[in-house]
């Protein structure tokens, strides 16, 4: 029996995975319902080759919006870099998914056996007695696992007692997001945009006929708190320079679908598991959100780690998880980290929107596909 503690991206997913190759689990979520909170985000070709393997693909486009185009531009919405969808949409079936959070982990869980999800089941702590693992939860009740697997986020209490020494990182940048309860403009449907200024950015895209996702980053101190009866004029403010869409945005969203969350990541750690135990999503490798990835690998994980142990049901897979999936992830984590670090620059912006608009498509595409693709 396999424990998976976390009903977040990675944690549903991973129990879609088991569900579909027989692999005996059963999953604890400290929430008492699911979420209805959350913002937009995008699911690349390589986490929607994973949800169609589980089956859920329709019931995930049925509540999303497809991305045709993304487009990286400067402020004024002239594009650095325009890349077209099409080509995935050939290669895989399908190009992105723009969604709301909550619709994505709600057509995960009613995929999902009823009696398997365990809510408000706070995970405390874990013991490793021979070959089993005994799981206390904040409640006192205990279950007993052959396996424990922490899908419990960026924040995981699994983490904290397996590695004690891992660190998260602050990238030194803040981040507003927003749901809009209308849908963009015809002509921008279909598009995903990040559009790239002196120090600020912001992105946008719509997510269904009735809602609109957007996200606006700044460098900021950690642990800032904002005066919400001023929010929307002070994100005006610091956006009057952009194109006339973004403050258009931010003036048609109600200041409770207006939510700030610091930009952090999990500083690589050596190791996503230890005997019984293993990490994964973000409790193993949380990325910042620059290159719209961090739920694909979570959801990437829970693929490679169902058939790690159904390809050897009577082995521990953990290690053969880790080492199939290490170098991947990691090198997603840089570049994400590095993107943000050149997103928000603030000295020689005008010279990185230069550099940017002269990389040859050639180049951009490649290093797209190389995310996009699954590893077989
Ligand atoms: C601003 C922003 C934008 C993003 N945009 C994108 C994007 O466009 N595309 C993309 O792919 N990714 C994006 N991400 C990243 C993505 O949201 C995460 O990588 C993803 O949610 C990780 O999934 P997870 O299952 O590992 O963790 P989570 O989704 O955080 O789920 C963890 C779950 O564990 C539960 N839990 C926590 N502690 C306990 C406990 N003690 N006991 C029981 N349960 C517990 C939580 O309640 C939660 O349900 C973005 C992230 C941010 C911050």
Redesign the pocket.
Known sequence: MYTI?????????TALVFEKLNIKYQL????KAP?AL???????PN?LQVLEFVGVLDAVFKVGNVVNRITLSNQKLEPLADSSQLPAKEKYGFSTL?IH?AKL?LALIEALPKEKIHWN????YFKQENDAVIIT??DGSQVESQYLIG????????RAQLFPKSQIRYSGQT?W?GVMKSALPSEYKERGIEMWGKGIRFGLSQLSETETSW?AVQKSKAFQKDNTAVLKEKLTTYFKDFHPLVNQLISNTEIDNI?R?D??DLKPIKHWQKGNVCL?????H????N?????????E?GYYLGRMISENPNKNSFKDFQNKRYKRVNSIVMQSWFTGKIANMTAGYSIRNIIFSKVPKKLIDKNMYSVYDLKD
């Open positions: 503690i976390g009903a977040g991206i990675g944690g549903l997913t604890f979520e400290k929430a979420n959350g913002a937009g985000i995008w699911l690349a986490a723009a959070r982990q089941k706070a995970f405390q939860f904040t899908a419990d986020g960026i924040d995981s209490k699994v981040c997001r996200f939510l969350n930009i952090t994964i999503g973000d409790a193993a949380a990325t910042t959100p290159m719209g990835q961090g739920g694909a690998q979570a959801i994980d």
